[in-house]
């Protein structure tokens, strides 16, 4: 990726710091999506993580966007929609430009017992027509040499040898029951936010749900995803992601999966509880109690 230069990414940078301020969406009235606030049962407290800061700017794009500057505006964005327009709280693992290792960002959903992770990145890519959203979740072996070249640029590893470091021992972590779990709501967030995107955000290219051995995601104990918004790389989408649009569509395409996500949850929660204890009895009408 070419260097910009350095006024460019000031200029940049201080647009993008400005709206960060007050990050709220602009109107207070009630989204045409959400006429009334959205009232989840189970996914109630979700951690979105702006993907790099600091020292690691991520990608670089067009219209010298720096993706670490893109995440945290947008991050913003779409933590203070959700909690205008559900009951869901949001935890975000950065408010600023600063550094944070990349396991401490699981490990900070953990300790909040959060029911879901998002980590939100912008993608990059040599080839300028490449784009649209992806959503990814941890997988112990994916070995393709286009996914290697993923996590090596979203994880900041060197490119030599990063082949062979990546799939470390993810699928020994799998193994282990109460990340097994969280591997399975994994997959439910990923195809839940997947359906939601498409649906939020329709002018936009939904590229899939794939996966990948990522470090960000690895010690997790609950649902936890990348979400890619989009190539900063490619001329238009570049441009569409710093714009209000984008960010609203994207806003309301992760409340539309969260949604999902907790319909899927309810409804897995309610054959568990009919395989173990038959249907729920029916409720008999009580008398009213005599005065
Ligand atoms: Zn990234």
Redesign the pocket.
């Known amino acids: 990726m070419r260097t910009l230069p350095l006024s460019a990414t000031l200029l940049t940078l201080t647009a993008l710091a400005l709206p960060c301020l007050g990050a709220t969406p602009s109107s207070p009235k009630r989204d045409r999506l959400f006429p009334k606030p959205v009232q989840n049962q189970h996914i109630r407290h979700i951690v979105i993580d702006p ?2 800061g600091g020292d690691n700017l ?2 670089l794009g067009y219209h010298a966007t720096q ?1 670490k500057a893109l ?1 945290l505006e947008v991050s913003g964005f779409i933590t203070a929609f959700i909690q205008r327009h559900s009951n869901i709280r949001v935890s975000m693992t950065r408010h600023v430009d600063r550094a944070i290792a990349l396991r401490e960002r699981p490990r900070q959903a953990n300790a909040l017992k959060a029911d879901a992770l998002i980590s939100l ?3 990059a890519s040599p080839n300028p027509k490449i784009h649209g959203m992806e959503v990814w979740f941890l997988d112990a072996n994916a070995s393709a040499g286009v996914v290697h070249e993923f996590v090596r ?2 994880e900041g590893l060197p490119k030599q040898g990063a082949a062979a470091a990546l799939p470390w021992t993810v699928g020994g972590i799998l193994s282990e029951m109460r990340y097994a779990a969280a591997h399975k709501r994994s997959q439910i967030l990923a195809h839940s936010l997947g359906k939601g995107l498409k649906r939020g955000r329709p002018g936009a290219r939904f590229r899939g749900v794939r996966q990948a051995p990522l470090g960000v995601l690895k010690e997790a104990l609950m649902a936890a995803v ?1 979400l ?1 918004i989009g190539y900063i790389t490619h001329p238009q989408e570049g441009l569409a992601l710093l714009e209000h649009q984008a960010h609203l569509e994207l806003a309301r395409g992760v409340l539309l999966g969260l949604v999902e996500m907790d319909r899927v949850v309810a409804q897995q929660e309610r054959g568990r509880a009919t395989a173990v204890g038959g249907p729920p009895a029916k409720r008999t009408p009580q008398p009213a109690p005599s005065r």
């Open positions: 993907g790099h991520g990608a993706e995440t990145h912008c993608n640029r979203e990348v890619e």
